[in-house]
């Protein structure tokens, strides 16, 4: 009786994982306005990009640290479907860095001075 119990949490908790998380929202690489953009447009937003990065990062560890919690308590009976095992985060700091790179291309292009990374 146990086993089976344990067979159905497992395959419910899978099923129902990704109901802890959220969907990624990826943003483009290359927008129509890059080629006006400014030296100093560039750089502004490639600090605000920075500045999601961090942000997505720490909501990544939030989310980690939540996962290990859950499981922790999972075996005290609370339900699984609680945790996120998507990517989502990593999705978002990767689409940032490959906006940022654009961006140092469009930098080197226009001669701009050397951008704080």
Known sequence: M?????????????????????????????????????????????RRNNGEIAMLRAEKARRIKHNVDSLCLFFCIIPLFTLDFNDTQDIEVDAYKERNRRLDDLARQKNCPAVQK
């Open 2 to 46: 146990m086993k089976r119990f344990a067979v159905i949490s497992v395959i419910s908790a899978l099923l129902l994982s990704a109901c802890g998380g959220r969907m990624a929202r990826p943003i483009k690489a290359v927008w129509p306005d890059d080629a006006t953009m400014t030296c100093e447009d560039l750089s502004s937003e490639r």
